[in-house]
């Protein structure tokens, strides 16, 4: 929501230069929602605080204007790998930037103060600490500053979720320097961090941009825990060579799964805040490369993880908190391309985040955990729509359902419950409130262990009375009717089973409705409709990470997964031109990196033109197998290939006719692309209506002794390869 009172005054001048440098520089056809917006404000010396999630485009908001104002652009960042990302993806795009932290040795920091001093640089990324050293805010006393921007602003909250201290002193920048424009950007979904954020950036006045919080290209997917492991390798078994994350509570099962993956074959690895500070480094680093593929981790790891193509995102165990939970999956699809998020949910996790949060001490964090856990169990087992669910609890009304969730794509059957839940509150009654729900389930299936047998339960009214249904199916049952709220399961009483106020309806009228309970290992969803050229895709991507490697870059620096995927969907391409109008290939990338892919689509276009043969309909049917299998087959099809005819390809090589129809059919076998039709003429036709009417029985001579036109036994052999491998015979 923009406040309309305060329009743009940035002129219609100054907007198509905006325009045009995120068209040539940064090769996107136009701005995204609030980008525009943001960048005129910045233009006309105002403050900004953006909020948009992970993936929005909060950088261009600031890069933007720090090209086109007066001096250098200050960019605050928490992390270093991050500065480092993105300078070198600014580089690659032709804008003088560079990064000025601890991680730079001495000469190397010297250059960039001097390049800096020298006015030569759009944009310095600084790390806080570096910043607010005395004699780094001197330096910046004594140059043109464009604007600060505050990247990741969410951190100088206590409240958030990865306070910095050194964060705090940011404040500072406003009173030193009251005429330069700065810019917050986070893409935390928290109002009580928005407004530290606000008070202690001196923000109080700046211009708000809150964009939506929806993440559509993420599909949440919630699946009841049965046996984890099997679970993922089936989930992986859709994301082959995609980057993913898979988080874990402890660092016990971060070790074990990592272990499991890799037995399996998967190029897994752990990572845990108990690992040398080094080995992680490499974990990450490995990540960004692509050299390992999917990232076994506790919640540690995330922040530093700017990485744009991370395909899924699995939570392994419960998630803390619904804002975890959302923060998370967020690192999932930064690029906008189709991403899944997959939650393993299991009784035995909820129960051990309870038994945690019974030894909290002081009351009031304890109901507050017991909230958040509650809100993580409601999105669980709720029956509506996932996106719905988890952007309402951020204050977010989504009015239809999205279409890309578990609940969506597969509703759950429902039935009336009423009876059981009759069932359950004449059990609990039974028990007077003072037994477990696990206890509820045994007693209502009349198990008999000791401890039922010696309190007499055995001769309860409600002993024995929902055999029919099994453990797991009442388990299901109870749980929803907690969450629906008939019933509570008392934490300070060790979460024993009590009816509630409401439950009082069941006695009166039909109103439960339960989801039927299904045991999930992975529901059949339909899988993403791509329409690109995978193989191409393959391809290419090969072709960026040979180039990334030369330049020792991460890949996606270099050119982005949906610059490839939107070029493999192209046809074929002989100029560097038509590359423009791929997303993110600026001119400079253009120059660079244009005739590489150039190359790769042309050859991969003629390649396929060689190879496929059209079936009636038009579609490509045929890839050949390899190469012809000898030297003189392959002579025949050089010189077919060159245009000449079965005669002239015969006497090229002193040959019979008959073996060059021979060499023809063996190429057809293979799979090469012969024009059959033409090769027999115009009563080709005719022959292929008179083949499919042809007597099943008979045999081939028959077949060929009834054909209206008279065909050499090699046309003839010829014509039924032709077939066979088309699948026509
Ligand atoms: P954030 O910092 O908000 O998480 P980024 O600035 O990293 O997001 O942008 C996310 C992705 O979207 C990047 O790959 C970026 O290049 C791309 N992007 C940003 N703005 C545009 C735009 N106007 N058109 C197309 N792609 C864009
Ligand atoms: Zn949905």
Same mark, same amino acid.
């Not at 005129?40 to 950088?59: C, E, I, N």
């Not at 090969?542 to 949906?562: G, N």
């Not at 005669?647 to 129809?661: C, K, L, Y």
């Given at each position: 929501?923009?406040?309309?009172?305060?329009?743009?005054?940035?002129?219609k001048t100054k907007q198509r230069q905006a325009l045009k440098i995120l068209n040539d520089t940064f090769g996107y056809p136009e701005f %995204?929602?609030?980008?525009d917006?943001?960048v005129?404000?910045?233009?006309?010396?105002?403050?900004?605080?953006?909020?948009?999630?992970?993936?929005?485009?909060?950088?261009l908001?600031?890069?933007i204007?720090?090209m086109m104002?007066?001096?250098?652009?200050? *960019?605050?960042?928490?992390?270093?790998?991050?500065?480092?990302?993105? *300078?070198?993806?600014?580089?690659?795009c032709g $804008?003088?930037?560079?990064?000025?932290?601890?991680?730079?040795?001495?000469?190397?920091?010297?250059?960039?103060?001097?390049?800096?001093?020298?006015?030569?640089?759009?944009?310095?990324?600084? #790390?806080?600490?570096?910043?607010?050293?005395?004699?780094?805010?001197?330096?910046?006393?004594?140059?043109?500053?464009?604007?600060?921007?505050?990247?990741? #602003? +969410?951190?100088?909250? &206590? !409240?958030?979720?990865?306070?910095?201290?050194?964060? $705090?002193?940011?404040?500072?920048?406003?009173?030193?320097?009251?005429?330069?424009?700065?810019?917050?950007?986070?893409?935390?979904?928290?109002?009580?961090?928005?407004?530290?954020?606000?008070?202690?950036?001196?923000?109080?006045?700046?211009?708000?941009?809150?964009?939506?919080?929806?993440?559509?290209?993420?599909?949440?997917?919630?699946?009841?825990?049965?046996?984890?492991?099997?679970?993922?390798?089936?989930?992986?078994?859709? !994301?082959? =060579?995609?980057?993913?994350?898979?988080?874990?509570?402890?660092?016990?099962?971060?070790?074990?799964?990592?272990?499991?993956?890799?037995?399996?074959?998967?190029?897994?690895?752990?990572?845990?805040?108990?690992?040398?500070?080094?080995?992680?480094?490499? $974990?990450?680093?490995?990540?960004?490369?692509?050299?390992? &593929?999917?990232?076994?981790?506790?919640?540690?790891?995330?922040?530093?993880?700017?990485?744009?193509?991370?395909?899924?995102?699995? /939570? +392994?165990?419960?998630?803390?908190?619904?804002?975890?939970?959302?923060?998370?999956?967020?690192?999932?699809?930064?690029?906008?391309?189709?991403?899944?998020?997959?939650?393993?949910?299991?009784?035995?996790?909820?129960?051990?985040?309870?038994?945690?949060?019974?030894?909290?001490?002081?009351?009031?964090?304890?109901?507050?955990?017991?909230?958040?856990?509650?809100?993580?169990?409601?999105?669980?087992?709720?029956?509506?729509?996932?996106?719905? *669910?988890?952007?309402?609890?951020?204050?977010? /009304?989504?009015?239809?359902?999205?279409?890309?969730?578990?609940?969506?794509?597969?509703?759950?059957?429902?039935?009336?419950?009423?009876?059981?839940?009759?069932?359950?509150?004449?059990?609990?009654?039974?028990?007077?409130?003072?037994?477990? #729900?696990?206890?509820?389930?045994?007693?209502?299936?009349?198990?008999?262990?000791?401890?039922?047998?010696?309190?007499?339960?055995?001769?309860?009214?409600?002993?024995?009375?929902?055999?029919?249904?099994?453990?797991?199916?009442?388990?299901?049952?109870?749980?929803?009717?907690?969450?629906?709220?008939?019933?509570? &399961?008392?934490?300070?009483?060790?979460?024993?089973?009590?009816?509630?106020?409401?439950?009082?309806?069941?006695?009166?009228?039909?109103?439960?409705?339960?989801?039927?309970?299904?045991?999930?290992?992975?529901?059949?969803?339909?899988?993403?409709?791509?329409?690109?050229?995978?193989?191409?895709?393959?391809?290419? *991507?090969?072709?960026?990470?040979?180039?990334?490697?030369?330049?020792?870059?991460?890949?996606?620096?270099?050119?982005?997964?949906?610059?490839?995927?939107?070029?493999?969907?192209?046809?074929?391409?002989?100029?560097?031109?038509?590359?423009?109008?791929?997303?993110?290939?600026g001119k400079?990338?253009?120059?660079?990196?244009?005739?590489?892919?150039?190359?790769?689509? /042309?050859?991969?276009?003629?390649?396929?033109?060689?190879?496929?043969?059209?079936?009636?309909?038009?579609?490509?049917?045929?890839?050949?197998?390899?190469?012809?299998?000898?030297?003189?087959?392959?002579?025949?099809?050089?010189?077919?290939?060159?245009?000449?005819?079965?005669?002239?390809?015969?006497?090229?090589?002193?040959?019979?006719? &008959?073996?060059?129809?021979?060499?023809?059919? #063996?190429?057809?076998?293979?799979?090469? /692309?012969?024009?059959?039709?033409?090769?027999?003429?115009?009563?080709?036709?005719?022959?292929?209506?008179?083949?499919?009417?042809? =007597?099943?029985?008979?045999?081939?001579?028959?077949?060929?002794?009834?054909?209206?036109?008279?065909?050499?036994?090699?046309?003839?052999?010829?014509?039924?390869? !032709? %077939?066979?491998?088309?699948?026509?015979?």
């Open positions: 929501m923009i406040d309309a009172s305060l329009v743009s005054m940035a002129s %995204r929602a609030m980008q917006e943001v005129y404000t910045m233009l006309d010396s105002r403050d900004a605080f953006v909020l948009m999630p992970t993936g929005g485009g909060k950088s908001c600031y890069q204007p720090s104002r007066d001096g250098i652009g200050i *960019v605050v960042s928490p992390l270093i790998s991050l500065m480092k990302d993105q *300078v070198d993806a600014l580089t690659r $804008v003088n930037a560079a990064y000025y932290n601890s991680s730079l040795k001495s000469a190397e920091a010297k250059e960039v103060l001097a390049r800096f001093e020298a006015g030569e640089l759009e944009m310095l990324y600084v #790390a806080p600490e570096r910043l607010l050293t005395k004699a780094f805010l001197k330096r910046l006393e004594q140059v043109k500053i464009a604007l600060f921007a505050i990247d990741e #602003a +969410h951190c100088v909250s &206590q !409240w958030g979720h990865d306070f910095r201290p050194e964060y $705090v002193r940011l404040g500072e920048l406003r009173k030193i320097f009251p005429k330069v424009p700065m810019l917050a950007l986070t893409a935390t979904a928290d109002e009580q961090t928005r407004e530290d954020i606000a008070k202690c950036l001196g923000l109080g006045r700046a211009r708000r941009f809150i964009s939506s919080f929806d993440r559509p290209n993420i599909r949440y997917l919630i699946a009841e825990k049965r046996q984890p492991l099997t679970q993922i390798l089936h989930f992986l078994s859709d !994301w082959k =060579d995609s980057s993913g994350i898979i988080y874990c509570l402890s660092r016990k099962r971060v070790e074990d799964l990592a272990v499991n993956l890799q037995r399996q074959g998967v190029r897994a690895a752990a990572y845990h805040a108990g690992m040398p500070a080094r080995v992680r480094e490499k $974990v990450q680093d490995d990540f960004l490369r692509d050299q390992v &593929q999917v990232i076994v981790a506790t919640i540690a790891f995330g922040m530093g993880v700017d990485k744009p193509n991370v395909r899924f995102v699995i /939570h +392994h165990d419960l998630p803390k908190s619904i804002e975890g939970y959302y923060q998370e999956t967020g690192r999932a699809g930064r690029d906008g391309i189709d991403s899944e998020a997959l939650m393993l949910y299991g009784s035995g996790d909820v129960n051990l985040v309870r038994r945690l949060i019974d030894n909290v001490e002081n009351p009031r964090q304890r109901q507050v955990e017991i909230h958040k856990l509650n809100s993580m169990i409601s999105l669980s087992e709720g029956l509506t729509c996932r996106r719905k *669910v988890l952007l309402g609890y951020f204050g977010e /009304h989504l009015e239809e359902n999205c279409g890309n969730c578990d609940v969506c794509l597969d509703p759950p059957e429902t039935f009336d419950g009423t009876k059981l839940a009759r069932l359950v509150l004449q059990c609990c009654n039974d028990l007077e409130g003072a037994y477990t #729900a696990g206890y509820v389930v045994d007693i209502l299936r009349g198990n008999t262990h000791s401890r039922i047998k010696a309190r007499g339960h055995h001769e309860l009214s409600s002993f024995g009375k929902g055999k029919e249904i099994n453990g797991d199916e009442w388990t299901s049952i109870i749980r929803q009717l907690v969450h629906q709220g008939y019933f509570t &399961q008392d934490v300070n009483k060790k979460s024993t089973m009590c009816a509630t106020e409401k439950a009082e309806e069941l006695r009166k009228k039909n109103a439960v409705t339960l989801a039927k309970y299904q045991p999930m290992v992975r529901r059949k969803l339909k899988r993403f409709n791509r329409d690109r050229d995978d193989h191409l895709f393959q391809k290419l *991507v090969d072709m960026r990470d040979k180039l990334a490697e030369d330049e020792d870059v991460a890949p996606h620096v270099l050119i982005s997964d949906v610059a490839l995927s939107e070029m493999s969907k192209m046809h074929d391409v002989k100029t560097v031109s038509a590359l423009a109008k791929i997303s993110g290939m400079y990338k253009l120059d660079a990196y244009g005739e590489q892919f150039t190359r790769v689509l /042309h050859e991969h276009a003629e390649q396929k033109a060689n190879e496929e043969v059209l079936s009636e309909d038009g579609a490509p049917v045929l890839l050949a197998k390899g190469p012809p299998a000898n030297d003189a087959q392959h002579f025949t099809w050089i010189l077919y290939k060159g245009g000449a005819s079965v005669v002239d390809i015969a006497q090229q090589q002193n040959i019979e006719e &008959q073996s060059v129809m021979k060499h023809l059919i #063996a190429l057809v076998r293979a799979a090469h /692309h012969i024009d059959v039709p033409g090769l027999i003429g115009s009563a080709f036709d005719s022959l292929m209506i008179e083949l499919n009417d042809a =007597d099943p029985y008979a045999s081939l001579s028959e077949v060929k002794r009834d054909l209206s036109v008279d065909l050499t036994n090699e046309q003839f052999r010829l014509i039924l390869a !032709w %077939r066979e491998a088309l699948g026509i015979s």
